[in-house]
């Protein structure tokens, strides 16, 4: 069946080649101009589709070929841009990257599965005639993949715009969409993740400001349209299965509390979506301006940065204190990452100790270096609440933090056996306390559906608990 989405994948030959700070200026004016868009990341990634739902005025959804399968990323996209004049969707890496040789999971197979054009930024700082040697290397690496179109990064002056311009239309017969001028530094910062968050930026509307004029100025946005308009057909096969209607409960549903601020915000939408399906009612909670935790049937606690809020963790005492005493009532958590920090005992941050929520004994001590970066394959090998025995779970973790036992490390079990990535040590990760459960992994819910299920079955019965109680 045909379906028709006009779309673009931005693409590059490496990473910090500015895809995203391109995808957010394209994304901004687009829309200025009355479109609507919607945007896509692939990969694991929280900071860039942040930028982009904000720019866009709409969740930014995360296409991950590890995480889901091919269904669930058609549906996702199909589902997601149905609403769309444009679906724009950002790259990682270089675009034939993957996880091994055969460039597994790369963003050049994400293209030729949702049959998009590529847009390929290319930095050509001192060169000319090479540029299109190496755009001509990329065409004939993976013929099937459509390079559509080309944008210049970093040129120095007309006449080598101009010289590379000319070899591109002889050599590759692409269009140049855009050539975008050496300038000094920009108004996004960088930290270890990438872009620093909007969330923590004073001037975000300067910076987008600034995107969307770069892009004004440089980019042929008629030609970005027609090459999106052009490939707009997508053949597709549509008998995947149907999605599972909403539930809605007789009574008051359950009751799940997400906290939600400049401390803890790495979730993906699917995975609070997959919470509301279910049934259950989302409440947002601020950590360090909330001074009394809610009366809630479970608490989800998602990654983020508390070592940039730590002092204002620390301070709000009274909310520490009364999660901690709801924790030890029992309190279904699911905590990923940020989340598993929060419920330490300190946060070690150089020469500062800040205390916080003291649920799990230990400390997390912020590193230099990344001490987990990547995708995760975890085994569970203990029951638990939330997870089959002997199911296979695939993530991904990005931490600096190490943590550091105050106790025996056998003190509180552990769920998770690590075949792939970090966790706590290499060897196990899935910390869990009675009903609470914290790991360094996160999910994402479309393609670990038992998560949603687990999770809501421990709030139906805590709610349970409280009704019989009263």
């Known amino acids: 069946m045909k379906i028709y989405r006009p779309r673009i994948l931005i693409a590059a030959l490496r990473g910090g080649a500015g895809k995203t700070v391109v995808t957010l200026g394209l994304c901004g004016i687009l829309r200025d101009k009355g479109l609507n868009i919607a945007s896509f990341k692939k990969g694991p990634d929280f900071i860039d589709p942040g930028w982009l739902s904000l720019v866009c005025g709409s969740d930014c959804r995360n296409l991950d070929q590890f995480l889901m399968n091919e269904r669930q990323i058609l549906r996702s996209f199909l589902t997601n841009s149905s609403h769309a004049d444009l679906a724009l969707i950002e790259g990682n890496r270089g675009i034939f990257d993957g996880l091994d040789l055969a460039g597994t999971f790369s963003t050049a197979n994400l293209a030729k599965l949702l049959q998009a054009p590529v847009i390929l930024i290319v930095d050509v ?15 004939g690496f993976d013929p099937g993949l459509n390079i559509a179109g080309v944008i210049l990064n970093r040129v120095a002056g007309k006449r080598q715009e101009n010289l590379i311009r000319s070899c591109i239309d002889t050599f590759c017969e692409l269009p140049v969409v855009g050539a975008i001028p050496k300038f000094g530094a920009t108004p996004f910062p960088e930290r270890h993740m990438g872009l620093v968050p909007h969330q923590e930026q004073e001037e975000v509307r300067e910076s987008v400001s600034w995107a969307k004029k770069l892009i004004q100025d440089h980019v042929d946005l008629a030609r970005v349209l027609e090459i999106a308009e052009k490939h707009g057909d997508m053949d597709v096969d549509l008998d995947f299965d149907e999605e599972a209607p909403h539930i809605t409960f007789q009574g008051s549903p359950p009751r799940i509390g997400v906290l939600r601020d400049n401390a803890f915000w790495f979730y993906y939408p699917e995975n609070l979506e997959a919470l509301k399906k279910l049934g259950a009612e989302i409440v947002e909670i601020d950590s360090t301006r909330s001074h009394k935790f809610p009366s809630l049937d479970a608490l989800y606690i998602g990654g983020g940065f508390p070592e940039t809020q730590a002092r204002q963790l620390a301070e709000n005492i009274s909310f520490r204190e009364s999660l901690l005493n709801e924790i030890d009532r029992g309190l279904p958590v699911y905590a990923e990452c940020g989340g598993l920090m929060y419920l330490g005992e300190n946060l070690i941050v150089g ?66 056996k690590v075949l792939r990535g970090r966790g706590l040590d290499g060897r196990r990760d899935g910390l869990i306390k009675k009903n609470l459960f914290a790991t360094y992994t996160h999910i994402h819910a479309s393609g670990t559906p038992m998560w949603a299920k687990g999770f809501l079955r421990m709030a139906l019965l805590n709610m349970a608990e409280g009704i019989k109680r009263k």
């Open 351 to 416: 020469d500062n100790s800040y205390p916080m929520v003291g649920a799990l004994p230990m400390d997390f001590v912020l590193e230099s270096k990344p001490q987990g970066h990547g995708y995760t394959i975890l085994e569970a090998v203990d029951e638990n609440p939330y997870y089959p025995k002997g199911e296979i779970i695939k993530g991904h973790e990005f931490h600096y933090s190490r943590p550091v036992f105050s106790g025996s490390e056998d003190e509180i079990p552990t769920v998770f």
């Open 125 to 139: 700082t001192m060169a000319t005639r090479t540029i299109a040697a190496t755009i001509k290397g990329c065409q």
